[in-house]
């Protein structure tokens, strides 16, 4: 794992807005409805404040805003082909997230590739902002200050890592999922994987001087012209392909409650109150703040406030709708604090919402042994409809994206 980068001068670098709360994520989305029907002609343009896209993508990866809340805030706003590229915006995180989940193998490779690997000298100093190519290295420290960059720096950056640079794409991966505030695992993983060309056969993703200079308003790429002859000689690096495993479809779970449950809400889902735990009868809530994990994933200051902020947010609503204290609690260790509190409370089951594959997904065995050990149930439970469409994301996007916009 890399040490805190030095990111060196940062004037001038304003945070976007970013919607940790429920609250923040309906006003975000409420300023963003009269522009989404721009959407389609301005989304490509990197300007500063990134006032031209939405930036929503923090709240659907906590889930704090749903993606069927969003694509039914704009559609009441405008006709359906104004939309339809803002709406395949939406839709391409649960494509990212079905993909993965019918192939969790996919994670778990990635996972074993990245442990042994140790941090270049060249390593550290592009994910410091020391590449010498002046822009990349604002977006790097852009992306260190803020915990976001936009979708096209995401590419150039992980393009210039890869095929440029020559180095491990499962280490530039972790390093965006250590900051990006939106990170989680399918759409960071497989982001990267297609950068590389190992998501879709003979497709890779090449940065280019002139993509940059198409779309970088003039004005920020004024300001760091520096280095930029560099990406006229890059070639695509041919990486090793491995044929995906063919995809699992994923089985419907309901809430089966016991006489005295409780509701675990982690990070991964935090709209207890608008998911099929909401009609339960719990004797008990408990939020967790995976401090342990975080650490072992050397997520960043910014994001771990962040994630803390979206908790807290989260266990208040889920007070709220059930009537009952909902205590937000530090855990270095998740099993044994889950543990902890089952016996405290004198629960017999836990229903949770099921974590997407991830860092906290890969904790769930051990979490169940722990309960089973003690004579818990543990109930994992995923929302139909999302579970519906992701079981649609068995091959390319645009081919989801036919089944999706067909059916609904």
Known sequence: MPPPPRVGDVTGLVSAFLPATRSEALARLEAFLPLAADYGAARNRVVAGHENVSRLSPATRTRVLLEQEILAAVRARHAPASIEKFEQEVWWRLYWKGWLEQRP????RYR???SPLRWSERAR???AGESGIAILDHFTRELITTGYLHNHARMWWASWWIHGEGLPWQQGAHFFLQHLRDGDA????????WVAGLHTRGKAYLVRRSNLERYVAPELLAEHPAGLEKLESIAI???PWEEPPAPRALEPSDPQQGPRTGIWIHDEDLSVERSPLSDLAPVALLATVPSGLWECEAYSPGKCAFLKGALADGAARASEHFGLPCPTRDTPALSEALVAWALEERLDTVVTLSPFTGPLADEIPKIGAAFADRGVRLNLVRRPEEMVVMNRA???FFGFWEKVRERG
């Open 125 to 127: 100093a592009v994910a």
């Open 112 to 114: 074993e590739a990245l």
């Open 186 to 193: 399918a759409s960071n993983t497989l982001s990267w994987r």
């Open 394 to 396: 068995t091959g390319g």
């Open 105 to 108: 193998g996919i994670w778990t």
């Open 237 to 239: 690096r041919d990486l």
